[in-house]
């Protein structure tokens, strides 16, 4: 029997995250590109492994007790990684506990504000001033926050290396060179910190074969209305959860 781990994921943050650990941590994996602008998400098979359609998702042959286990939400995926190698979230004490506040820091804060940001800048039709202003004012601030905390240290949660420098690398890369944004001298130094690392670098670069040019470097031109309704109109909600009676 294979003790590889199956990943289900794309070339986004989320799917980055989770790339970068099993880099870092030298586990064997087989990636499997989900197509969540096509609809692959969707599909019975996929909600089996996750109902709330959505990538990253592992399934670890050799898992707790030594039977397979399927896991999704990157965070957990991270935090099970550690906790299956004993790698990258310090043994006990405050570290551990700071990690996993990095950690969902970056779950709760910088996915959601970062994702709605880019939703409202890039993905809708049309443009919302009061949504973009208040997604960007929340992406300023948590940048300064980050900022100040690395002011005196070189990780996350301190003098270890953790999940959660791993859970943030990829939401915030882009922010450092932008110059519309204040420069964050600090979490400069920790982007590159981390992309000095070979196997960041792996995990960055990870199906990068599936990032479609036509959208991403063509100022979004290629983002159509069947893309959009996958992840935001009818064919994202045809499933109804709670159906009236
Ligand atoms: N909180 C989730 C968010 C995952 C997520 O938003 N995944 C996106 C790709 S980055 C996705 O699969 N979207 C498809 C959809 O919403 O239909 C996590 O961290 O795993």
């Known amino acids: ?21 099993l880099e870092e941590m030298g586990l064997d994996y087989e ?11 969707h599909s019975p098979e996929f909600l089996a492994l996750n109902p709330n359609n959505k990538f990253p998702v592992i399934i670890d042959p050799d898992g707790p007790d030594g039977s397979p286990m399927t896991l999704w939400e990157s965070g957990a995926i991270l935090w099970y990684l550690a906790e299956k190698t004993g790698q990258f979230l310090p043994a006990s004490g405050a570290a551990r506990h700071h990690a996993n506040q990095w950690l969902m820091f970056q779950m709760a804060g910088i ?10 800048v890039f993905y809708a039709k049309e443009k919302h001033p009061y949504a973009i202003e208040r997604y960007s004012n929340e992406m300023t601030r948590l940048l300064a926050v980050m900022d100040s905390h690395l002011e005196e240290r070189t990780w996350f949660a301190g003098e270890s290396y953790s999940i959660a420098d791993m859970a ?52 979004m031109k290629g983002f159509d209305d069947e893309h959009r309704s996958q992840l935001f109109g009818p064919a994202q909600h045809a499933r109804n959860i709670t159906k009236p009676q």
């Open 168 to 219: 943030m690398l990829p939401w915030v890369e882009g922010t450092v060179d932008n110059p519309q944004l204040p420069s964050r001298p600090n979490v400069k130094k920790w982007v590159d910190r981390m992309k000095a690392r070979p196997a960041v670098q792996r995990g960055l670069d990870a199906l990068r074969d599936k990032v479609r040019p036509e959208i991403v470097e063509g100022g």
């Open 31 to 41: 990636a499997r590109y989900v197509d969540i602008l096509e609809g692959d998400q």
């Open 111 to 120: 996915g959601p504000m970062f994702g709605q940001l880019a939703h409202f």
């Open 1 to 21: 029997m294979t003790s590889s781990i199956t990943l289900y994921t794309g070339p986004t943050p989320n799917g980055r995250k989770v790339t970068i650990a």
